[in-house]
């Protein structure tokens, strides 16, 4: 079987490359198969085919600029000429063709599709979801991309055969017209039409009442039957144990045509919604926020199972972003599915996720993280796993991501053609940080061909790439990576590197195998960077922390890298070999799970924790099963729910060496399972040393065992005792979270501390009697306070040091990227380039002197136009000022904004071009309107205008930096605006 799954992937020049990576995978622990093994298709490869009539081969190219860059194993077939013809012998019977093609855009081509010599069909291929210009396609989540190659110039179509093609049976594509390129085909076996399951209802409509007809069956099994189901808005499912089933992702097709934010795909907002055996797409063809083919929560007793979606802004994006369903998503299963040809993510478990398993799914030609985890909100993901999945031609982004959180594992896994990363640990997105606790395990993955020196901000990144940010806390930590083969990396195999904040600590690597890199060398280098590329472990950004290695087995170093491993900035990351560094397997020898017995009531969960002995064994894996699921089940991550009155087993076994432990579990009819659980308050604001009593409010009334816990995910910030008593400790956000002991259900409290009240000032230079005021990336000065931009919000960090945050603006003076100038952008409240303290030169002038660059002040002696922070002298009254106060609010006008709010209303393109922008707005209230101003970096209105939806601004504005204050009856922002 490993055997077969590998060389489906590679070309015939690379038989000897195939025979060295089966050896690798041999030594390096290898327990069960990679990737999505037990597929039901099976790969053609065009450049393997018989190819006649000018069908050609093109060169194998790393180039960003060819089209064959994005194709499998960086070649594929030209077939633009009259006739040129492809074929394969097929290995196996199978009437389910798919093909990966190219046909330039704007323009479309046909293939006409033959069972030897039978003609079956045409297939129309078209241009209509593919070609993404990044840079200039308008889209607010692509702000700031600077690279201009065209990404996702492949496409798919399907089509089932009439008849199975018999193995040893000759599968035939002609081109008919148009230019082409085809990539591979896949065939598969279809299974016959699933049916109507028993006690379900069947829906005889034609999709335009579909959402009708759920509603009237909420908490039934609703089967739609074989057919193409036009829908056009989103399908939503808010009744607990609602089932959408279908005939089979080869059968049942349902059609998204409306193409607005939030009008397609299938969203779960209530416990056990289940989506099985569909084929899902739409009518969209771009990223539009909100327009995700499998969307909200999904819990122990959901089933997605069989779903193919493609076209989507997300393959499956699993959320709580709705009311009154539950908190989080928890303990469901993802399997068999295809996630394909997305302008986003495969699939991202978000905002508190926990115990989920996606598990035997492809993901492919899509532009975002492919498995990605994501703290978000402050909510911490926890015990969730990515295995046995096939990651391929990720055009952004990268194959695995995990973004904070506690305990998450990805192993088993196949990772390979991404333009850009294939495995990337980080805290680059605003959420819950890196626990100090337990341990991210990322193993047993190959990763073929992926980095680049070139991503979409023409910045380089490695095959595996981990990095310290500072959006959801300073540090990346514990996280664990072992037998990991990491082959023909486009650029480095590895980096480590802080981009900001600290550092990355309790990081492992063991049994590495590099084989090849810098494949793409000297190509993709946009920025003509005179770097060194091709390193197997680069260290970069001079970061803190600490990581062990053990095996590293390096071969066939490629680009221009002069050595195995670049540490000249390594900073003061320990970098050292392990002190057990054995490639010997370490064999399990047993395993206990905790708790050893449980009582629950009808409808309850309890989830189970095995530890395996000795701690070092190399395979942890485990499963489980019950003797009695009329009882009790349990899924993949140990969730247990009790179904019947009665007793179960359940058993804990271990893959290597079928160890195993038991649990009791006896179910009570008696016992009032916990259904949920709720917090007050839900948000509090507490000075230093304040404290907020929460207060748990656990459903039904009834229930038997009312007992909870609470924890605190930033103990630093808040702390929480048994009894819910949150103590402040120091300024910060911290979320609490109670769980309840019958059913381990959640709810959440978000605490905001603050250390000092914000006071507002005006800023005086002792020289010129110049004002600072936020000039747009810099600060700048001006003679008179025009308005709020010359405002200063002094906010405490401690007893000494202070951030100075724009009133304007809501940007923070700080010096992160030593240009020179004192910068005023976004900035973390942990970061020291934006922490500030005075000391006094007499009663009335002081100096504002730098927390990080100690001996830096603000000046501005060169009188350059910005503030500058070197250089000064403590006798320079250039370098002394005055904080005079002054009364103002934190907005100018209009109602708080809400960090939600500010992040629904966005201006693009920014820098604005040919004298036009957007306005992006939340949809308004029928007697509101929405007020346009835009003022210069002189506080003048230069232009104004009124809105009532979002829509394109026609202006003559002269190149500079302008402020776009947008406010109506619910929000008020402002937005800095950059015209070229």
């Known amino acids: 079987m490993r055997n077969k799954l590998h060389t489906i992937f590679f070309k015939r020049d690379k038989y000897c490359h195939i025979m060295w990576i089966f050896f690798a995978l041999l030594t390096s622990n290898l327990f069960a198969q990679r990737g999505y093994y037990d597929a039901p298709y099976k790969r053609y490869e065009a450049n393997l085919g018989q190819l006649s009539n000018g069908s050609t081969v093109t060169s194998k190219s790393y180039v960003q600029g060819d089209l064959q860059s994005e194709a499998t194993d960086q070649q594929c077939v030209n077939m633009s000429a009259n006739n040129a013809t492809v074929q394969w012998t097929l290995t196996e019977a199978a009437d389910g063709l798919v093909v990966r093609y190219s046909v330039p855009d704007g323009q479309t081509a046909t293939l006409g599709v033959y069972n030897g010599n039978t003609k079956l069909t045409t297939l129309t291929l078209t241009s209509t979801w593919s070609w993404e210009y990044l840079w200039s396609n308008g889209n607010p989540n692509n702000n700031g991309i600077t690279n201009q190659n065209p990404r996702m110039r492949f496409d798919e179509v399907r089509y089932k055969l009439p008849a199975k093609i018999a193995v040893s049976g000759t599968l035939k594509l002609v081109r008919e017209s148009g230019n082409v390129h085809v990539d591979f085909a896949e065939m598969e076996p279809i299974a016959t039409a699933v049916t109507a399951p028993a006690g379900s209802v069947t829906y005889t409509g034609n999709g335009s009442d579909l959402q009708t007809f759920i509603d009237a069956n909420g908490g039934k099994k609703i089967f739609v039957p074989s057919g193409v189901y036009n829908v056009n808005r989103e399908l939503y499912f808010g009744v607990a144990n609602t089932s959408l089933v279908g005939a089979g992702m080869w059968y049942t097709q349902i059609n998204f045509t409306n193409t607005s934010s939030l009008n397609g795909g299938l969203r779960a907002n209530a416990a056990g919604i289940s989506f099985t055996d569909l084929y899902l797409t739409t009518n969209s063809a771009s990223r539009s926020n909100s327009y995700k083919a499998i969307n909200g929560v999904f819990t122990s007793t959901s089933t997605v199972k069989n779903i193919w979606a493609e076209h989507f802004e997300c393959g499956a994006w699993i959320a709580q972003y709705n009311t009154g369903g539950p908190a989080i998503a928890d303990g469901f299963t993802v399997s068999h599915c295809r996630f394909r040809n997305n302008y986003a993510d495969g699939i991202n478990l978000c905002k508190g996720t926990a115990n989920a398993i996606v598990e035997h799914c492809n993901f492919r030609n899509n532009g975002d993280d492919d498995q990605a985890i994501w703290s978000a909100d402050g909510l911490e993901c926890i015990n969730n796993t990515f295995r046995y999945n096939t990651s391929e031609n990720c055009w952004r982004a990268c194959g695995l991501a995990i973004y904070g959180g506690k305990n998450n594992k990805a192993y088993n896994l196949i990772i390979k053609d991404n333009l850009e990363a294939g495995i990337r640990v980080s805290n680059n997105f605003p959420g819950a940080p890196f626990n100090n606790d337990g341990m991210h395990e990322i193993h047993d993955i190959t990763v073929t061909a992926c980095g680049t020196f070139n991503d979409t901000y023409n910045n380089p990144v490695a095959a595996v790439d981990i990095f310290s940010a500072t959006n959801a806390g300073s540090q990346v930590k514990n996280v664990q990576l072992y037998s990991i083969d990491i082959l023909d990396s486009r650029n ?108 629950l009531g009808v409808g309850a969960t309890q989830q189970l924790t095995p530890t395996v002995a000795p701690a070092n064994a190399t395979n942890k894996t485990v499963t489980y099963s019950s003797n009695n699921t009329g009882v009790a089940t349990v899924n993949g991550s140990g969730l247990v729910t009790a179904i019947a009155s009665g007793s179960a087993t359940i058993t804990v076994t271990t893959q290597d060496g079928n160890k195993t432990a038991t649990v009791v579990i006896t179910v009570s009819s008696s016992n009032v399972a916990v259904t949920s659980v709720s917090l007050s308050p839900t948000t509090a604001t507490l000075s230093v040393g304040g404290t907020q009593q929460l207060t748990p409010t656990v459903l039904p009334s009834n229930a038997t065992n009312k007992a909870v816990s609470y924890a605190s995910n930033n103990t630093g910030v808040a702390t929480v005792n048994a009894s819910g008593l949150v103590t402040a400790v120091a300024n910060g956000s911290a979320i609490i979270t109670v769980t309840t002991a019958d059913g381990n259900k959640t709810s959440t409290a978000t605490i905001t501390v603050n250390t000092a009240t914000g006071n ?221």
């Not at 600590?505 to 005179?530: H, Q």
């Not at 066939?556 to 540490?567: P, V």
């Not at 320990?574 to 009582?599: E, I, K, L």
């Not at 922070?869 to 320079?876: P, V």
């Open 492 to 599: 480095d195999a590895i980096s480590i590197s802080k981009r900001s904040g600290d550092g990355i600590y309790n990081l492992s690597f063991k049994d590495i195998t590099v084989n090849g890199t810098g494949k793409e060398y000297p190509n993709n280098n946009a920025l003509n960077r005179n770097w060194g590329r091709g390193y197997f472990v680069l260290i970069a950004g001079s970061p803190a922390g600490n990581g062990t290695y053990c095996n590293m087995n390096y071969s066939n170093r490629g680009g221009n890298a002069t050595a195995n491993e670049e540490i000249s900035a390594i900073g003061t990351f320990s970098w050292t070999q392990g002190s057990n560094c054995s490639s010997t397997s370490v064999p399990v020898s047993g395993v206990t799970v905790s708790p050893a017995t449980a009582t």
């Open 760 to 980: 507002y000032f005006t800023i005086k230079n002792k020289w010129t009697n110049n004002y600072l005021y936020d000039a747009g990336a810099n600060v700048g000065y001006g003679t008179t306070v025009a308005n709020n931009n010359y405002k200063w919000e002094k906010v405490a960090v401690d007893a000494t040091y202070f951030i100075l945050k724009n009133v304007g603006t809501g940007d923070v003076m700080h010096i992160e990227n030593l240009t020179g100038a004192v910068q005023c952008t976004v900035a973390g409240p942990d970061w020291m380039s934006a922490q500030w303290s005075t000391e006094n030169v007499d009663a009335t002038w002081v100096r504002i002197k730098n927390r990080w660059q100690t001996g830096s002040m603000i000046h501005i002696e060169n009188l350059n136009g910005s503030a500058q922070y070197a250089g000064a002298q403590n006798n320079w009254d250039s370098a002394q000022w005055q904080f005079q106060s002054t009364s103002t609010s934190k907005k100018v006008n209009g109602p708080e904004v809400t960090a939600e709010k500010n992040f629904e209303v966005s201006i693009y393109p920014n820098p604005s071009i040919d004298k036009e922008f957007n306005v992006v707005l939340p949809e308004l209230n029928a007697d509101d309107v929405a007020t346009v101003t835009v003022t210069d970096i002189n506080g003048r209105k230069v232009l104004l205008n009124k809105l009532n939806a979002s829509a394109k601004i026609n202006h003559n504005l002269g190149s500079g930096i302008y402020i776009v204050t947008i406010s109506s009856n619910s929000y008020n922002v402002s937005k800095k605006l950059i015209v070229k």
